[in-house]
């Protein structure tokens, strides 16, 4: 090649519009070679409103656990909420935390992650004080500590299915 082929600008794609793979219908007009499509509008189907759950279903959703059933909140706080801050801080994997969290609450921590919303700090668990408000549910509030700065953390424990599920978690 030359200099003076070198120095030609580069070519570029033309945008087509794609042929037509299937024929016309006798009642459809002719194709015509760029063709505005009206924005989709989705009309509720014509069918009766769905029935009441039936009574057994109701044995597949989440079973509420009394607090006699339920392991020490404050121990089990201890572990979920440094896993959840190395989680939001990239140190640990998202889905470790499916079993221990409600959807919400896991949605968040993948957004933190998504979004990079913290940074790589280690965490220090300085405090944690439990309130048990009802039966089968604890509020906790922590304080975190990592580079020079102290957070709060907010947590909600319900009791589902004999275990404690995170349903509402709040780092200040």
């Not at 909600?156 to 509402?168: I, S, V």
Request: with cysteine; hydrophobic share 45%.
């Amino acid at each position: 090649m030359t200099l003076a082929a070198l120095a030609i600008a580069p070519a570029y794609p033309r945008v087509r519009p794609a042929p037509a793979l299937e024929p016309p219908y006798d009642d459809e007009p002719a194709p015509r070679a760029l063709r505005l499509v009206p924005a989709h509008v989705e009309e509720l189907l014509p069918f009766d409103p769905p029935a009441a759950a039936h009574p057994a279903d109701e044995k597949f959703d989440r079973q509420p656990t009394p607090r006699a059933e339920l392991p020490d909140p404050r121990a089990w706080a201890g572990r979920l909420i440094p896993a959840a801050l190395e989680a939001m801080a990239g140190q640990r994997s998202v889905q470790q935390l499916i079993p221990w969290t409600d959807d919400v609450v896991y949605a968040q921590i993948r957004r933190a992650v998504r979004y990079g919303t913290t940074r790589p700090v280690p965490c220090v668990l300085r405090s944690i004080h439990v309130s048990e408000p009802a039966d089968g549910v604890a509020e906790i509030c922590a304080v975190v500590t990592g580079s020079n700065r102290t957070r709060a953390v907010a947590a909600r424990l319900e009791g589902a299915d004999g275990k404690w599920r995170c349903t509402a978690l709040h780092l200040i």
